[in-house]
């Protein structure tokens, strides 16, 4: 994957509780590489987290992190290691019930003709 090609992407989302929230879902034709990703507990209590990979080619959603818990104003950051998501692979994220969550993914996409879903 050349650096020169791709395509840079931040994207936010204020999760809701108790649900799965789909932060990122790689579009048709591209290849992503999520290079960061930080989830922040702005409440006053610890909450847990989980974030998923649905690997649509696979047909598997797999657990990235089952259930962490996130320290009250703290935040949890992936960035030392990368994940390639391919043409409609998302990430999810659940916080727990009652929790007060945001996150954010930092992508790298390149284009792949042959990457159509």
């Known amino acids: ?12 989302k204020v999760l ?5 929230n789909t932060v990122y879902t790689c579009p048709p034709n591209y290849i ?3 290079v960061l990703l930080i989830v922040s507990n702005h ?8 974030v998923q990979w649905n690997d649509v080619s696979a047909g598997g ?12 104003y703290n935040f949890l950051k992936f960035d030392t290691s ?3 998501l391919n043409a409609g692979d998302s990430l999810i994220l659940t916080p727990e019930a009652a ?5 954010t993914v930092t992508v790298e996409e390149y284009f792949e003709p ?4």
């Open 32 to 34: 992503a590489k999520m």
């Open 99 to 103: 929790s007060t969550m945001d996150a």
């Open 82 to 84: 990368y994940l390639v």
């Open 1 to 12: 994957m050349d650096a020169k090609l791709a395509r840079l992407r931040s994207v936010g």
């Open 114 to 117: 042959t990457q159509g879903i």
């Open 43 to 50: 409440a006053g209590n610890n909450k847990t987290i989980q």
């Open 61 to 72: 959603l797999y657990h990235i992190v089952g259930g962490y818990s996130l320290t009250a």
């Open 16 to 20: 809701t509780a108790g649900a799965n």
